[in-house]
T-cell receptor
């Protein structure tokens, strides 16, 4: 069974602090995606990670991929309130199937 | 259009009625996906279309659910004899080409409430 597991599922952090969200997946896929969803809104693509060791950064967010460990991380640096949202990781299911399997999401609340 | 367009944005229906949800993908995108998101949950894959290939229907939860797409254009998701557990946001996404590592672009979703 294909699994994408995120942790934590809920994260409350103070502004200015750093934290990491973890995404473990069960297949040998080398493609991993991160999305952001604001309440009542659709999903916005943040990062596409295409190979082992890939690292991408945008503002206070940095994503990395370790295909050997089947692990991706989303690191938040010096959090600000505007980063409050739910973050999803997702990966392709593998050979012959192009389903994008999503984790349950990490709901991030950044408090002053 | 510039993005993925879905309609209706909100639909309230009575149990047992049929509903149709529409998705207009980004022009030129050959791959189209439907996902379901229940309140506070992650995304559940329903179906995807890739060009003229046979769709992957493996995520459809029951035979009450069906979807069609003509070529690389609009898709409709039909739910027959709706049940209360069908209440969810139905998200459509499109992608340039599923084998290329492009990300999915999502529409705003259709929120379905079954009374």
């Amino acid at each position: 069974e294909l699994k994408v597991e995120q942790n934590p599922l809920f994260l409350s952090m103070q502004e200015g602090k750093n934290y990491t969200i973890y995404c473990n997946y069960s297949t040998t896929s080398d493609r991993l995606y991160w999305y952001r969803q604001d309440p009542g809104k659709s999903l916005e693509s943040l990062f596409v990670l295409l190979s082992n060791g890939a690292v991408k950064q945008e503002g206070r967010l940095m994503a990395s991929l370790d295909t050997k460990a089947r692990l991706s991380t989303l690191h938040i640096t010096a959090a600000v309130h505007d980063l409050s949202a739910t973050y999803f990781c997702a990966e392709y299911s593998g050979a012959g199937s192009y389903q994008l399997t999503f984790g349950k999401g990490t709901k991030l609340s950044v408090i002053p | 259009g510039a993005g993925v367009s879905q309609s209706p944005s909100n639909k309230v229906t009575e149990k047992g009625k049929d509903v149709e949800l529409r998705c207009d993908p980004i022009s030129g995108h050959t791959a189209l996906y439907w996902y379901r998101q229940r309140l506070g949950q992650g995304l559940e894959f329903l179906i995807y279309f890739q060009g003229n290939s046979a769709p992957d229907k493996s995520g459809l939860p029951s035979d009450r659910f069906s979807a069609e797409r003509t070529g690389e254009s609009v898709s409709t998701l039909t739910i027959q004899r709706t049940q209360q557990e069908d209440s969810a946001v139905y998200l459509c996404a499109s992608s340039l080409w599923v084998r290329v590592a492009g990300e999915l672009f999502f529409g705003e979703g259709s929120r379905l409430t079954v009374l």
